[in-house]
Each structure stands twice: as C-alpha cells, then as structure tokens.
T-cell receptor, first 110, second 114 residues
C-alpha cells in the first residue's frame, strides 16, 4: 500500500537550533514529492517540489532534499515564525492525487 | 484579492441534516479539489474536477456530492450528516492536473455535527 510517514510527530527547538524533519514514502512510481506548511486554523501553503533523487530546493531557512526512499526538510537557525505544521505529500505516476503524511508540528521558542 | 475562498468558515449542525460548502477561486486555475482533514490532521483527497469534469473520485460515502457549475467554483453537498463527518474541509486549486502537486488551499470549513 502506498504510504507517506513523517517523523517526528512534534519537534521543539530553541531559536537558532538547526534540525531536520523526515518524510519517508513507499509508493510505486514517484511523480513528485511536495512540502507544505500549515499554520493553525489555515489551509496548507505550498513550499517545494522535488522530482528526482539528489534534487535540492531552498527557500530562506528551509532546504528540502530527496533520496529514493525519503525526503528531508532542513531548518537552519529557525525563528519563532517558522513554527507551523510541515506536511509532505507524494504524487504517483498516472495519478493526479496527492497522498499526504500526517505532518510534523514544529515549535520554535525564542 | 483572496485566491481560494470557502463559505462558511464554521458550520455547526445536527445529525441527519443536509448542508453545502461553497468554494471559489479567482486564480484562473482549471483544477479544483476537496479534502477532508480529520482530528489527527491527516489530509485526504475526496474529489477533483478539471474544467468541470470529475477526475478524482475517492472512496467516500455517496452522501457527499461535489458540483462544479464552472471551473472557478466547486461546491460540496453533504446529505444526512453523521457524527463522523465532523472535520475540517479544504478546497484547493491548481493551474492544471499536471501541476497537481502545487496546490493553493482555501482557509477551510470546520464542520461540527452534533
């Protein structure tokens, strides 16, 4: 069965303390892996698209990387405003639908 | 200049009632989606329309019926509401199905069934 698993479920960091979030997937024929950010009471906001192993994308303090089995979202020197739930999703070949993981709730304390 | 809007934001109703949630996007996108996010925060696709044609129809009870009067609108009608239907429902859009991974989400509708 196609699955997306995110870890950890929750992560607390001090401001400036870098860390990584993990998204592992078991799907046949990956068409793309996507990261989203969701703030409380709001809809998810698209962050990155990764298509092939070895690919990397960066945006401010965030960097997303992809291997054949998993993706990492690295957060460098986070700030309190980076606090949110980070969701990863995959899309398979011959399908338009996204399969989402359950997310990692990130809290960055000042 | 809201991109994807949903109404209402909150919906509280009794079991057995019929309700609708409306969604509109002003991005000029061809593809729209409905998702359900349960209490454990899992986001699951329910339906998708591309230019008014149904392209994703997941296994959901047939009490749920989407309607797309035009490509800018995708409404969700729910008949005979049950307690288990309580969740947050999100509408989303993408330019076309090929960019299904890059979706713009609405603010969500929190449905509570009593």
């Amino acid at each position: 069965e196609d699955q997306v698993t995110q870890s950890p479920e929750a992560l607390r960091l001090q401001e400036g303390e870098s860390s990584s979030l993990n998204c592992s997937y078991t799907v046949s024929g990956l068409r793309g892996l996507f990261w989203y950010r969701q703030d409380p009471g709001k809809g998810p906001e698209f962050l990155f698209t990764l298509y092939s192993a070895g690919e990397e994308k960066e945006k401010e303090r965030l960097k997303a990387t992809l291997t054949k089995k998993e993706s990492f979202l690295h957060i460098t020197a986070p700030k309190p405003e980076d606090s949110a739930t980070y969701l990863c999703a995959v899309r398979m070949d011959s399908s338009y639908k996204l399969i989402f993981g359950s997310g990692t709730r990130l809290l960055v304390r000042p | 200049d809201t991109a994807v809007s949903q109404t209402p934001k909150y919906l509280v109703t009794q079991m057995g009632n019929d309700k609708s949630i409306k969604c509109e996007q002003n991005l000029g996108h061809d593809t729209m989606y409905w998702y359900k996010q349960d209490s454990k925060k899992f986001l699951k696709i329910m339906f998708s329309y591309n230019n008014k044609e149904l392209i994703i129809n997941e296994t959901v009870p047939n009490r749920f019926s989407p309607k797309s009067p035009d490509k800018a609108h995708l409404n969700l009608h729910i008949n005979s509401l049950e307690l288990g239907d309580s969740a947050v429902y999100f509408c989303a859009s993408s330019p076309h199905p090929g960019l299904a991974g890059e979706q713009f989400f609405g603010p969500g509708t929190r449905l509570t069934v009593l």
